[in-house]
């Protein structure tokens, strides 16, 4: 089982529409989550993180931690033709280092 | 702040040949990461540094590599013996000793080995 998980994608969905991402991670020590974004070709850029159980918003992004179901999700919320990339989910367990999943591609279509 | 920056941006070598990577981190930044990430992948970790200490490597990291940071600030990556397995985008990250687990990247280096 692979630590952390995302679903390949893509996910496509028109603009203004929401766009759901989902992360599960196997480790219940992880401690730190992360959501990046990257642009084909580009390295990835940090967009959210979240540290509680619960929601944490900013701008368009929500972060959603449930560290019972080991889950953790990102809502993009009026979704552009602009935010589609690959979303990257990392998780902080007991070291310093990112553990990263796959990513998810992420298409939004006018 | 100005962002992490790394040099070379694109580096292509031939099979056997040694290489060598540089990353300077964002001013006041202590902590160093290296990670290396392949086509359809995310980032693997490989190794980091808190200062000029390096508190931790990949298994992933052969013998064939190396890193340091000799003064706190920035940090090389070398690639002894290169093989085509080693082609790949080379990231580094740094992050602030008040907020350690908030890394951002550089733009990094992509490797390319013949």
């Known amino acids: 089982q692979k630590e952390v998980e995302q679903n390949s994608g893509p996910l496509s969905v028109p603009e203004g529409a929401i766009a759901s991402l989902n992360c599960t991670y196997s480790d219940r020590g992880s401690q730190s989550f992360f959501w990046y974004r990257q642009y084909s070709g580009k390295s990835p850029e940090l967009i959210m993180f979240i540290y509680s159980n619960g929601d944490k918003e900013d701008g368009r992004f929500t972060a959603q931690l449930n560290k019972a179901s080991q889950y953790v999700s990102l809502l993009i919320r009026d979704s552009q033709p602009s935010d589609s990339a690959t979303y990257l989910c990392?998780?902080?367990?007991?070291?310093?280092?990112?553990?990263f999943g796959t990513g998810t591609r992420l298409q939004v279509f006018p | 702040d100005t962002g992490v920056s790394q040099d070379p941006r694109h580096k292509i070598t031939k099979r056997g040949q040694n290489v060598t990577f540089r990353c300077d981190p964002i001013?006041?930044?202590?902590?160093l990461y290296w990670y290396r990430q392949t086509l359809g992948q995310g980032p693997e970790f490989l190794t980091y540094?808190?200062?000029?200490?390096?508190?931790?490597k990949s298994r992933l990291l052969s013998d064939r590599f190396s890193a340091e940071r000799p003064k706190g600030s920035f940090s090389t990556l070398e690639i002894q013996r290169t093989e085509q397995g080693d082609s790949a985008m080379y990231l580094c990250a740094s992050s602030h000793r008040d907020r350690n687990y908030e890394q951002y990247f550089g733009p990094g280096t992509r490797l390319t080995v013949t």
């Open positions: 540094f808190q200062n000029e200490a390096q508190l931790e």
């Open positions: 001013s006041e930044h202590n902590r």
């Open positions: 990392a998780v902080n367990v007991d070291t310093d280092k990112l553990i």
